[in-house]
């Protein structure tokens, strides 16, 4: 038994921290308004991106481990120089503000537990992250950020904790429209959907994940022969499968703890407007007792540190792959300077934000904002790429998963349609 978890573990990566990283403190907030405002009514929007989730990122991660090379570069094969570096641009943009948001979130939780300033705690976490990613080697960075997983069973353990209806949960997840809460109109309702399928498929998610599988491959000698060894393809192939799935199922899951903790605390208790991920957790405290309180702050902390070198290493792999940089956690920082030049900049430019008290709902809205620009034509190309033989070879996306990506696309494109035309 322990052979066969041991076994499991040294298989699971790309797919399993970038499905962590997916419940970073700003999806937590998301999740905790979703629950605390609407109680069940957004248990189904967790349902229908599960199978998104996969067919995205499996499809992310097919393509950088069959070219060898990141999604940026990819990118650049297929669309124009300008609309590439755009792309990216805002991907970076995006990706530091996030981190801003999330180190905020995250030295919030710290004086909740250790009391004193925000400030001196959001400093440190930034450069911890910064620190970490810098001089850590990849074994250790990977090794570390699988640990840091960890800390999301803090939310299992939260639910663990307190009553959970069963009964209720099933039913108005069946018939959400049926349990609106009063007062909420079917544009706020609108509103909360998007924001839960924005934060959870999001463009880093995608460079993240097809970065490490071009690392991953570059440490396989034998992963030059991919080409030549469909029986050696076949079982890589399996294990992104594998990996993605059980990423995915596992980022998911959490998240639905989080809404489940939140609707039978929170909402029961009257509190339905949680704007932060801290701002939950405090509330917690009086309504589930000392230990939910710090669960649910760690839980925000670990995240977080899991969360914010995931998005500064995103920007680094997209912003090097475009201008042709040697990039990778598996390089020295004199040999690929360029790409820890950036990582400390989105680190260091989202601290200082962070530190300097910069409203996170603001920040999160203009995240949200330009994620949903960037996230559907990524998306779009990422298709293309996925089906094109003269890039792919005889690893084009079969059948079931040209429908899961398009499928995913399309949800995207109506909610960042809506989202645009709401916001403005």
């Not at 540190?305 to 020295?332: T, Y």
Request: hydrophobic fraction near 55%; glycine fraction near 10%; charged fraction near 10%.
């Amino acid at each position: 038994m322990n052979a066969q978890i041991n076994q499991l573990a040294r298989k699971l990566g790309p797919g399993l921290i970038t499905g962590a990283a997916d419940d970073d403190p700003s999806g937590i907030a998301t999740y905790s308004q979703a629950g605390s405002q609407f109680r069940f009514g957004l248990v189904w929007t967790l349902c229908l991106t599960t199978p998104l989730m996969i067919g995205i990122q499996m499809l992310s991660a097919r393509i950088g481990w069959v070219t060898r090379q990141g999604l940026a570069a990819n990118i650049a094969k297929v669309c124009p120089r300008w609309l590439t570096l755009s792309l990216v641009l805002l991907l970076v943009v995006a990706n530091t503000i996030n981190i801003a948001a999330d180190l905020g979130a995250m030295g919030e939780a710290c004086r909740l537990l250790g009391g004193g300033h925000v400030a001196p705690y959001i400093i440190g976490l930034g450069l911890l992250s910064m620190a970490g990613q810098v001089f850590f080697s990849y074994e250790g960075t990977v090794s570390i950020l699988k640990w840091l997983t960890l800390a999301l069973f803090s939310y299992v353990a939260v639910i663990l904790s307190v009553n959970v209806p069963w009964k209720h949960v099933t039913i108005e997840s069946l018939q959400p429209w049926a349990y609106l809460p009063k007062g909420i109109s079917l544009s706020d309702y609108a509103e909360i959907v998007v924001a839960v399928l924005g934060t959870t498929i999001s463009p880093y998610l995608f460079f993240w994940q097809a970065s490490q599988e071009v690392e991953d491959n570059a440490r396989r000698p034998e992963a030059a022969a991919l080409h030549d060894n469909p029986e050696y393809a076949a079982e890589h192939l399996a294990r992104i499968k594998q990996d993605t799935v059980i990423g995915m199922l596992f980022s998911n899951g959490i998240a639905l703890c989080i809404v489940l903790a939140t609707a039978v605390t929170l909402n029961t208790h009257g509190v339905t407007n949680i704007l932060t991920a801290a701002q939950a957790a405090e509330a917690l405290k009086p309504i589930a007792g000392e230990f939910a309180f710090v669960l649910f702050a760690l839980g925000i902390v670990g995240t977080g540190m899991l969360a914010v070198p995931v998005l500064a290493g995103s920007a680094a792999f997209a912003v090097s792959e475009v201008f042709g940089w040697k990039a990778g956690l598996s390089h020295g920082f004199h040999e690929a300077r360029g790409f820890y030049a950036i990582i400390i900049a989105a680190t260091a430019l989202g601290t200082i934000m962070g530190s300097r008290e910069v409203d996170p709902i603001r920040a999160l809205l203009w995240s949200a904002v330009i994620n949903g620009v960037i996230s559907v034509p990524i998306m779009f190309v990422m298709m293309k790429i996925g089906q094109s033989e003269t890039i792919m070879g005889d690893f084009i996306i079969a059948a079931r998963h040209r429908f899961l990506g398009w499928a995913a696309t399309g949800v995207m494109a109506l909610a960042v349609g809506f989202m645009l035309v709401s916001s403005f």
